[in-house]
């Protein structure tokens, strides 16, 4: 049956995500290569537990093991309504993507000693997501001129918005 809920014009996919958690320090450390979004099978309190988001990616990493992609080191927290029914903190994921895109996507990473790390988990129409990224480790002074750079351009962008304010005030 079809969804009862009329889309808006106007609005896209990424109108309606809700971020729950980032790995901001996988943009500092690595090289993004590329990025695809993937579902993750989860139970009802580890479900839960991500809608209050108790949830860190910080350690977390992907493996493809026997044609399934296994997020790794991901920490859920127990959700204390659960009791008896509560989920383990840092149990392997799966993962879940076509074949088609674990071939392309995830078998690359394995091969040329790339690393699959998550970047970010949201909600997507109800559904929880994975922003999984190949990634490429950076070297330190890769990290610092990096930094020079960012650096250099939010002083010329502070610079020419200080221009035009001058600008502006001399009229």
Not at 67 to 92: F, G, P
Not at 142 to 155: I, V
Request: some cysteine.
């Amino acid at each position: 049956m079809a969804s009862s809920r009329p889309s808006k014009p106007g609005t896209s996919d990424s109108d309606q995500r809700q971020i729950v958690c980032q790995n901001r320090r996988a943009r500092h450390e690595y090289d993004i290569l590329d990025e695809l979004d993937c579902g993750i099978v989860l139970t009802g309190s580890e479900v839960k537990s991500v809608r209050n988001s108790k949830i860190s990616i910080e350690e977390a990493y992907a493996r493809v093991d026997n044609n399934e992609v296994w997020l790794i080191d991901c920490d859920i927290a127990e959700y204390a309504e659960a009791s008896i029914y509560n989920h383990a903190r840092q149990r392997k994921r799966k993962l879940l993507l076509h074949r088609r895109e674990i071939r392309k996507f995830a078998e690359v990473a394995e091969n040329d000693g790339l690393t699959l790390v998550p970047l970010a988990v949201f909600f997507q129409r109800g559904l929880i997501k994975v922003r999984l990224a190949i990634v490429k480790g950076r070297k330190l002074h890769d990290k610092r001129q990096r930094m020079k750079e960012q650096s250099d351009r939010r002083d010329m962008r502070e610079a020419r918005m200080k221009a035009v304010a001058n600008a502006r005030k001399s009229r």
